[in-house]
């Protein structure tokens, strides 16, 4: 796991997805720091490494990356860690539109395609 706070070539999330998952790495980004950890097993697991860098929870959102795929459709939003009731997200997605365009934001600006 890597925490991302430059740009990163997409030919790097090519490479990470090969070792991983094949066709897709998972990201939590944190849409406060406007950083993200990518290349995980798990969600959780990318989510607790920023917790111990200092992220807080609430900023925490969880992603699916596909690096193959052109336009819009690159980016998943779909993880257990977005489920909190707490803050009306009730679902494995990424409920609220301005949050969400927070995460392309970063996730765009973090990853050079």
């Known amino acids: 796991m890597k925490i991302i706070k430059d740009p990163v070539a997409i030919d ?11 066709n897709m790495v998972k990201a939590v980004v944190d849409i406060e720091q406007e950083i993200m950890v990518v290349d995980g097993e798990l969600h959780s697991d990318e ?5 111990e860098n200092g992220s807080k929870q609430k900023n925490l959102w969880g992603i699916n990356i596909y690096p193959e795929i052109g336009g819009d459709d690159w980016l998943e939003f779909d993880s257990m860690i977005n489920v909190r009731p707490s803050q009306n997200n009730r679902t494995r997605g990424v409920d609220n539109p301005e949050i969400q365009q ?9 990853v050079i395609r």
């Open 102 to 110: 927070k995460v392309i934001k970063i996730v765009n600006r973090l």
């Open 12 to 22: 790097d999330f090519r490479q990470m997805a090969l070792g991983m998952f094949g």
């Open 47 to 51: 989510e607790a490494l920023l917790l």
